[in-house]
């Protein structure tokens, strides 16, 4: 009955756990599966034998309010990418092309995931909506595709496989409980590592994909529709967080875990329907300040009032 305010740095709005929060956590919780979840396992996970060559898509869920970001984006993923084959940004309606040289296509939210309903959520729903497209969009072609949020903007070079490996990169620590709760009300699937699987960027598998909608024995389309009455602003998705710990409890040791330098900053204008969270020439003086420092990425984050139907 008491509310913990966890602090935050930068403006950012991402959770810093308290010591021994998790042991609380376990306590306070047990038993909390005792009811059968919307899903519950089905089916034994197949072996996968994964395709390692250094070639992979990206894929960008863009906000209309994170537009301006996109060419800084770009042109980072570009230059600090190697085996990057084409990039695929996806936005809610049409946008104008980026000026650079390099393979992008272009598509619409709804093109993606299109017998979805992103109204139907109570909570976030564009938010929502952009985490599955990410999990579960199918325009790339490779098997291991990278997403990237617009808010990073990469600093140095990262190389996505090492000794044969897949590389996920891991953000600073945090706990935020409604990310866990939705793993375990809805998948029965618990925490596997002592890290959390966050970064702003991930570094997905098809297959592995694949795998996770056959041990709960559904598609894509009804993973995400079952979870329209499901998700809350106190029980919803974290795209990383659910790969994340279905691989390492089902495929252990697929991937090496790198930790990344992030230099972090936000916008809170929450209270501000008006307001325009960034300009060009802030974001260029960010990146001009930072990008000499040791930093691997440098991460512009923003939150804007109010909700607007992107998909009108």
């Not at 490996?165 to 866990?180: A, M, S, T």
């Not at 970064?199 to 570094?203: E, I, K, L, S, V």
């Not at 495929?251 to 697929?254: E, I, L, M, Q, S």
């Given at each position: 009955q008491?509310?913990?305010?966890?602090p935050t740095?930068?403006?950012?709005?991402?959770?810093q756990?308290?010591?021994?929060?998790?042991e609380l956590?376990?306590?306070?919780?047990?038993?909390?599966?005792r009811?059968?979840?919307?899903?519950?396992?089905?089916?034994?996970?197949?072996?996968?034998?994964?395709?390692t060559a250094?070639?992979?898509d990206?894929?960008?869920?863009?906000?209309p309010k994170d537009?301006?970001k996109l060419?800084?984006?770009l042109k980072?993923l570009?230059?600090?990418?190697?085996?990057?084959?084409?990039?695929?940004?996806?936005?809610?309606?049409?946008i104008?092309?980026?000026?650079?040289?390099f393979?992008i296509?272009?598509?619409?939210?709804?093109?993606?995931l299109p017998n979805?309903d992103?109204?139907?959520w109570r909570?976030?729903p564009?938010?929502i909506?952009?985490?599955y497209?990410?999990l579960?969009?199918?325009?790339?072609?490779?098997e291991?595709?990278?997403?990237?949020d617009v808010?990073?903007i990469l600093?140095?070079?990262?190389?996505?496989?090492?000794?044969g490996?897949?590389?996920?990169?891991?953000?600073?620590?945090?706990?935020?409980?409604?990310?866990?709760l939705f793993?375990?009300?809805f998948?029965?699937l618990?925490?596997t590592?002592?890290?959390?699987?966050i970064?702003?960027?991930?570094?997905f598998?098809k297959?592995?994909?694949?795998?996770?909608?056959y041990?709960?024995?559904?598609?894509?389309?009804?993973?995400?529709?079952?979870?329209?009455d499901f998700?809350?602003?106190?029980?919803?998705i974290?795209?990383?967080?659910?790969?994340g710990n279905?691989?390492?409890?089902y495929?252990?040791?697929?991937y090496?875990?790198?930790?990344?330098?992030?230099?972090?900053?936000g916008k809170?204008?929450?209270?501000?329907?008006?307001?325009?969270?960034?300009?060009?020439?802030e974001?260029?003086d960010?990146?001009k300040?930072?990008q000499?420092?040791?930093?691997d990425?440098?991460?512009?984050?923003?939150w804007?009032a109010?909700?607007?139907d992107?998909?009108?």
């Open positions: 008491v509310l913990l305010k966890r740095v930068n403006d950012i709005k991402w959770y756990p308290f010591p021994q929060e998790e956590e376990k306590r306070m919780f047990k038993g909390v599966l009811n059968q979840p919307p899903m519950m396992k089905i089916n034994t996970p197949l072996p996968i034998k994964l395709n250094n070639k992979f990206a894929f960008i869920a863009c906000a537009v301006i060419p800084f984006t980072s570009i230059q600090f990418a190697p085996g990057l084959n084409t990039i695929h940004i996806c936005t809610p309606k049409p104008t092309p980026v000026n650079i040289d393979d296509k272009y598509h619409l939210d709804k093109e993606v979805i992103p109204l139907k909570f976030r564009n938010w909506f952009q985490q497209l990410k579960f969009q199918n325009v790339t072609t490779t291991f595709y990278l997403t990237l808010d990073t600093n140095k070079t990262f190389n996505f496989f090492e000794d490996k897949p590389v996920w990169n891991i953000g600073w620590r945090q706990n935020h409980l409604p990310y866990f793993n375990k009300y998948l029965n618990e925490k590592a002592d890290h959390t699987f970064c702003d960027m991930n570094f598998n297959k592995i994909i694949e795998q996770m909608l041990v709960y024995g559904v598609t894509a389309e009804q993973f995400i529709i079952r979870s329209y998700i809350s602003d106190g029980c919803h974290a795209e990383p967080e659910i790969y279905f691989m390492e409890k495929y252990p040791g697929t090496k875990y790198r930790q990344a330098k992030q230099y972090v900053f809170d204008h929450s209270n501000n329907p008006g307001a325009v969270p960034w300009t060009r020439s974001i260029e960010i990146i300040q930072k000499s420092d040791d930093y990425m440098i991460q512009i984050h923003s804007c109010g909700f607007e992107h998909w009108k």
